[in-house]
Each structure stands twice: as structure tokens, then as C-alpha cells.
């Protein structure tokens, strides 16, 4: 049983930063593809950040490159997403979703929310201007 377990959401100020955490338990998930997701009221489920447990390769949408960046601890088996700059229209519940599967299919898949197979209960960032 996969279990994601997000931390690190929070009040900020615009400019500020933030670092979410994803805890990951239950399998071994060298072979797996990670991301973050989030969702703000009223709107579609929207990919942020990607990236191979093995290898590390990283996949970004273009809304967040340069400002955020994701990263994983193998040894705690925890993914990362560091928030840098944050803007009022970052403000969203943030998911973290695994993918067993993780073909090299391109941002096409890593963007889709059901390509993903696992999510986590979700973590409110709120951005204030």
C-alpha cells in the first residue's frame, strides 16, 4: 500500500518562500515517476513539477521554472518541492502524486493528473499580497 504524505504548506507573504515535503512509504519507488500537482477553487488539478526517483530527471511547467524547484532524498525516501518567490496565484492546495509506471512519454503524460496512479491527502499554500 503506497502512502504520500505532503507537509510544509502555509501562510506567506508574496515574495516569500516555502519548502513541501512528500513523504513516501510502502514500496520501493526506484522505478517511479513524482510529482506535484496543485489545485486551486474553481480550477483543474494542475501539474508543477516532476521527477525520476532513479536519476533524478526533472520535468517543470513553464509557470513555475525558475522559481520552484523539486528534488528527492532517497535515503528518506521524501521528495521536495522548494517555492521560491511565491505569487498570490501560487495560493492552492498542493498534491503529491506516484506513478509505478513512469514511462519516458514526455510532459504530455507527466502533465496529466491520471497518469499518476497514487496522491497524497494534500497541502494549503496561501500566498498573500
Known amino acids: 500500500q503506497v502512502q504520500l504524505v505532503e507537509s510544509g504548506g502555509g501562510l506567506v507573504q508574496a515574495g516569500g518562500s516555502l519548502r513541501l515535503s512528500c513523504a513516501a512509504s510502502?514500496?520501493?519507488?526506484?522505478?517511479?515517476?513524482m510529482g506535484w500537482f496543485r489545485q486551486a477553487p474553481g480550477k483543474e488539478r494542475e501539474f508543477i513539477a516532476g521527477?525520476?526517483?532513479?536519476?533524478?530527471?526533472?520535468y517543470y511547467a513553464d509557470s513555475v521554472k525558475g522559481r520552484f524547484a523539486i528534488s528527492r532524498d532517497n535515503a528518506k525516501n521524501t521528495v521536495y518541492l522548494q517555492m521560491n518567490s511565491l505569487k498570490p496565484e501560487d495560493t492552492a492546495v498542493y498534491y503529491c502524486?506516484?506513478?509505478?509506471?513512469?514511462?519516458?512519454?514526455?510532459?504530455?503524460?507527466?502533465?496529466?493528473?491520471?497518469?499518476?496512479?497514487?496522491w497524497g491527502q494534500g497541502t494549503q499554500v496561501t500566498v498573500s499580497s
Open positions: 502524486a506516484a506513478d509505478p509506471q513512469a514511462p519516458y512519454s514526455g510532459m504530455s503524460y507527466y502533465r496529466r493528473p491520471n497518469s499518476y496512479d497514487y
Open positions: 510502502g514500496r520501493t519507488f526506484s522505478r517511479y515517476l
Open positions: 521527477i525520476r526517483w532513479t536519476g533524478g530527471s526533472t
